[in-house]
């Protein structure tokens, strides 16, 4: 069961940003605020949807993959189906691509605004199966909230 309190999480982040319309501030302040509110996370950050690969957005943690093609990894395979992954042991996902040796778990939610996939948020942690389907769901719901703020945002990134 997860301890983090991803209800507060939203209301935190709708003060930070929900007044700002620049795009890039608000997805510089969300990944921020989640890892410094996750324990046991090594990396998150925000890969942003260019044509038909992610590039490396705003994050936290250790230098990282700059291009990810749609369909190649977690991030995209979270991509290209729109569907978020959690995988307990990156060791044993197909086509894992490797930015930071010790991440051993990870998840990754599409980040959809006006039915249109902007990127994706990834999360690693370097214990196995450290997300939950609490973790899951709130890091979701979190998401949801973070992309209904960027479809007011009047520049993108």
């Known amino acids: 069961m ?6 507060l999480l939203e209301s935190q982040l709708t ?8 795009a890039l501030a608000n997805a510089s302040n969300f990944v921020g605020l989640l890892f410094n509110a996750l324990d046991d996370v ?24 700059v291009r990810i093609p749609t369909g190649s990894g977690v991030c995209g395979t979270a991509a290209a189906t729109r569907e978020t992954q959690r995988v307990a042991d990156v060791h044993e996902f197909p086509g894992h691509i490797a930015c930071d040796a010790a991440s051993r778990s990870e998840i990754v ?8 996939l902007i990127g994706v948020l990834d999360i690693d942690s370097p214990s196995l199966d450290r997300f939950s ?4 769901e709130g890091i979701e719901s979190i998401c949801r909230a973070y992309c209904e703020i960027q479809s007011r945002a009047t520049t993108f990134i």
């Open 133 to 136: 389907t609490a973790d899951q």
């Open 109 to 116: 939610v599409p980040l959809i605004v006006d039915e249109q």
């Open 15 to 22: 003060a930070l940003v929900g007044d700002e319309n620049d």
């Open 42 to 65: 090594n990396w998150l950050g925000i890969y942003v949807l260019r044509d038909a690969e992610l590039v490396l957005g705003p994050f936290q943690g250790q230098p990282a993959c």
């Open 2 to 7: 997860s301890d983090t309190d991803y209800t």
